[in-house]
């Protein structure tokens, strides 16, 4: 059974930093991207960042960049993201999630299409003074 | 960025009734649009992937179409279970995003 476990949540000030960590168990770890997705309270859900399986590929949302890092310990099978300068509109609950990769057929060809098939339960981080 | 615009933002129908969601691209991103369902204090659960295709363990009365840029989730007879908020998301290009929601309610 795929299991997603997040931790490092908790309240941070403005500014502050904290490192959230997913725990991966279950499946190959090493074969797949992964992903953080975060939902700030009653609202919808954001993409943070992904990275694929060796750590080459990283891609962030535009309101990150240059403040959160995502990576990854495959001898570890854990999930990071390092977040810094923390503002007030980075509160919210942090999922991790696994993703699936179909090859779809496209036109001239054939694509990796991906989704996010398996999620934690998530972490909850609160930006507060 | 792609734009996600799903409607309607909530709905209310009974056991039995046919019930669709809609999410319109603001460009062409067929294949790659997925759909999930989230209940309250869960994460959310892959519903449709690559538009058309049934994640294993979901229901067939689920099931995903397209035309164009708009893309729509069918809910063919809705049960007890089915409420929750559904959303949309494509993976056509980074950033990835997801449409704002649609809350689904049993009468």
């Known amino acids: 059974e795929v299991q997603l476990v997040e931790s490092g949540g908790g309240l941070v000030q403005p500014g502050g930093s904290r490192r959230l960590s997913c725990a991966a168990s279950?499946?190959?770890?090493?074969?797949?991207?992964m992903t953080w997705v975060r939902q700030a309270p009653g609202k919808g859900l954001e993409w943070v960042a992904s990275?694929?399986?060796?750590?080459?590929?990283?891609f962030y949302v535009d309101s990150v960049k240059g403040r959160f890092t995502i990576s990854r310990d495959s001898a570890y099978n854990s999930l990071f993201l390092e977040m810094n300068s923390l503002r007030a509109e980075d509160t919210g609950v942090y999922y991790c999630?696994?993703?699936?990769?179909?090859?779809?057929?496209?036109?001239?060809?054939?694509?990796?299409?991906?989704?996010?098939?398996?999620w934690g339960q998530g972490t909850l981080v609160t930006v507060s003074s | 960025d792609i734009q996600m615009t799903q409607s309607p933002s909530s709905l209310s129908a009974s056991v039995s009734d046919r019930v669709t969601i809609s999410c319109r691209a603001s460009q062409i991103i067929s294949p790659f649009l997925n759909w999930y369902q989230q209940k309250a204090g869960k994460p959310p659960k892959l519903l449709i992937y690559?538009?058309?295709n049934l994640q294993s363990g979901v229901p067939s009365r689920f099931s995903g179409s397209v035309s164009g840029a708009n893309f729509t989730l069918t809910i063919s007879s809705l049960h007890p279970d089915d409420s929750g908020t559904y959303f949309c998301q494509q993976t056509y290009n980074t950033p990835l995003t997801f449409g704002g929601g649609t809350k689904v309610d049993i009468k």
């Open positions: 690559a538009t058309f």
């Open positions: 999630a696994r993703v699936l990769a179909v090859h779809v057929p496209v036109e001239g060809g054939v694509m990796a299409a991906q989704s996010f098939d398996s």
């Open positions: 279950g499946f190959t770890f090493s074969r797949h991207w």
């Open positions: 990275i694929n399986q060796d750590g080459a590929e990283i």
